[in-house]
């Protein structure tokens, strides 16, 4: 089954992002840990680190896109024989 990666708030106050950078491509494997992308706040650069392990089917937001609300699926991750 499929796995949501979703636009985290990494502050308390954040409600939209940029996402800055991909670190990884389709089609990557990654685990728990792994880092996934910088993620750009009105304060500060922050990396995004994976909590699910498996392989990336899709990525959905572009690196650069700005005013990505918290919530909005980025990308998804299949699970091992997706």
């Keep these: 089954m499929a796995i949501d990666l979703k636009m985290p708030a990494l502050s308390?106050?954040?409600e939209e992002g940029?996402?800055?950078k991909?670190?990884?491509k389709e089609?990557?494997?990654v685990k728990a840990g792994d880092l996934l992308a910088e993620?750009?706040?009105d304060k500060?650069?922050?990396e995004f680190e994976a909590v699910d392990e498996g392989t990336?089917?899709?990525i959905l937001v572009a690196e650069g896109t700005d005013g990505v609300k918290v919530g909005t699926?980025?990308?998804t991750i299949a699970a091992e024989g997706e």
Aim: glycine share 4%; charged share 10%; proline share 4%.
């Design 73 to 75: 699926v980025i990308a």
């Design 44 to 46: 500060a650069t922050m």
């Design 56 to 58: 990336i089917a899709k």
């Design 18 to 20: 940029t996402l800055a």
């Design 27 to 29: 089609g990557d494997v």
């Design 22 to 24: 991909w670190l990884v």
């Design 39 to 41: 993620i750009e706040t």
């Design 12 to 14: 308390p106050t954040m």
